[in-house]
């Protein structure tokens, strides 16, 4: 038996062959001329084949056009128009090259992985020299992998439809099936986040990837929702958005909470204004053997978690929200293990 | 595992449209731009050379200059209509947008003009020939707290000098270390600096918000090799085996730790195991989850944490605590 054709090198000859085409092929035209395609031993082999190999090449940006020719009635043919699968003119340098390679690997997920290395394949091909990585030498941004759901939910976002999957809502424990409208997916601290539009609920809401248990299932047909207006979107993303910079004062102990320290500011008309302290109990008799550090934040409750690991090492004097985020978890604490007799 | 026949197809069709663009390429040079060995460039060569349209008579097939090829460069002299460089489908621009947005957001701080130049630019000229779908995913990594700090770092990476660096561990003891820096790592969740210690005589993982000060040094980085892997945070299977019943709400602890097992109970609760090798790092776990604790074995742990809360209450005074 002949060597077979390696299918990289049989998928070569299709796009040529299609390219090259004055009017069109039909499947018998490439299964008797395309080199690689007289390997299938059957007609079902053949069939599967060539039904694989044309998914690749549109999976890979390659439109393979269907073309009907009524002189021929219900035989299909194929074509490929180059012009269709062009890259809009574009040039790049080896320094835009590395920076790209570097992005190319920020995603741990494999699918997002799969879909960036073949995007960089595709620009190398119009970089006008190797790329410079030493222009980003060291550097590793990295993004967790979103799990199954994230490639249905991407495919989603982008064609409009929605779509069904089994939810953990963190709050309740309760496990139900949604139906969302899904708008964006952001990577934000601690995880992949969709945000979209719930159908049974008729409201906005916001899912965790790592609860959705299960396979994600597109509904209905692509594009079949209106996209959410700008201010729905701004509303959406609202919450996971960081707000404005404020200062926390803190009473710290000397020598302690080095890494709260490192980022201390010294307040003045550059940073927000350091909140006021004249109500608050005890301050007088903390300063006395602590140091009064400002440090700039704009999460209270990731502030507030970050400060009770210090323990007595650091008093929130103010302002007021953050102190009682503190205590709240403090006062919680304490009761674990059956404590709190002295709350 | 043998390369992916799509893979394989997109690197050869990348290739001849920049054999179009570029007369006569040293094969090295092609492996460098397409980022494989020069014998896949060989065999990459070959297989074009003997495709084309159907016939596949000499003037059907992709051609090279035979006498060029000989001294190692590649000269295209026949394309068959394949100059068109292929464009970007939509999943593929969204995940390269989206992750230098990313970049160019998080890793601002730490570039030089230059570099942040270079990378507005690829942004810039990616986003124009993508269009707008790269707005489906929107990424925010880690800002660097200390964004000196940081560009301390990334001016020791550039330069490959070795860096003195003061850091406070999660005890809040803080230490001056000799360090020969290897990756500056940026995540979701914060940065890190993946570093040979020179005290330790190891590599080790530094997040950069602990780092309090740092200083480039004379000497320069002397190169370590460390596995892929070593810039992932994973507990080993030595440490203490804790378990924690949580409520619902506490979930992200769960989503957020290496946890060794999660168990799922039918009232919605549900118990994760993790291994302990730093108390310090638990007891702040728990300080933080206390809301949503139902139960920690051993019972030592949670006995530790309500102790360590009360003394932080107390130092509150009267009327707090």
Sequence with gaps: ?343 | MPERASDRLLRMLGMVAYLDRHQGVPVDEIAEQFGVTPRQVLADVDTLWVTGTPGYLPYDLIDFDATAYEQGVVRLTESRGLTRPLRLGGREAVALVAALRAMASALGPLLDDEQARVLRSALAKVTAATGDAAAAVDVQLASTATPQVAAIIAEALAQHRRLRIRYVNTRDEASDREVDPIRLVSEDERTYLLAWCRSADGERLFRVDRVLGAEVLDEPAEDHSVPEAAAVFSPGPEGELVTLHLASPGRWVAETTPAEAVRNLPDGSFEVDLRVVQPAWLRHLLLQAAEDVLDVRPARVAQEVAQVARAALAAYGPGEG
Excluded: C
């Excluded at chain 1, 940073?271 to 700039?296: I, K, M, N, S």
């Design chain 1, 1 to 343: 038996m002949a060597a077979q054709i390696d299918p990289a090198e049989r998928l070569l000859n299709l796009v040529i062959a299609l390219v090259n085409t004055p009017g069109r092929m039909t499947k018998e035209q490439v299964r008797r001329s395309v080199a690689g395609y007289a390997d299938a031993p059957t007609d079902d082999a053949f069939e599967r084949m060539f039904e694989r190999d044309k998914d690749t090449l549109r999976e890979l940006g390659v439109p393979v056009l269907t073309v009907t020719d009524p002189r021929h009635g219900d035989d299909i043919g194929y074509r490929v128009d180059p012009d269709a699968y062009a890259l809009p003119p574009v040039q790049l340098t080896a320094g835009e090259l590395g920076v790209l390679a570097l992005a190319a690997q920020l995603w741990q997920d494999r699918s997002l992985r799969t879909d960036s290395s073949r995007a960089l394949t595709k620009l190398r091909a119009v970089g006008e020299a190797p790329e410079a990585s030493d222009l980003v030498a060291g550097l590793a941004p990295r993004v967790r992998a979103g799990g199954d759901a994230f490639g249905p939910l991407l495919d989603a976002v982008q064609a409009r439809q929605a779509v069904r999957f089994v939810y953990r809502a963190a709050t309740t424990g309760e496990v139900r099936e949604r139906e969302v409208e899904p708008w964006r997916l952001l990577a934000r601290r601690g995880g992949w986040v969709l945000v979209g539009r719930d159908r049974h609920r008729s409201a906005t809401r916001s899912f965790r990837l790592s609860r959705i248990e299960g396979t994600v299932r597109p509904v209905g047909e692509p594009g079949s929702f209106p996209p959410p207006t700008p201010a729905e979107l701004d509303e959406a993303l609202a919450t996971w958005t960081a707000g404005t910079e404020r200062l926390a004062a803190l009473a710290v102990l000397p020598e302690r909470a080095g890494a709260a320290r490192a980022r201390a500011v010294v307040p003045d008309d550059d940073t927000p204004a350091p909140p006021d302290l004249t109500d608050v109990p005890g301050v007088e008799r903390l300063l006395a053997t602590r140091d009064l550090v400002h440090v700039p934040y704009r999460s209270t409750h990731e502030l507030a978690e970050e400060l009770v690991a210090y323990g007595d090492a650091v008093v929130v004097l103010g302002p007021p929200e953050l102190r009682a985020a503190v205590l709240r978890l403090l006062r919680t604490a304490a009761t674990l293990g059956g404590g709190g007799d002295d709350a």
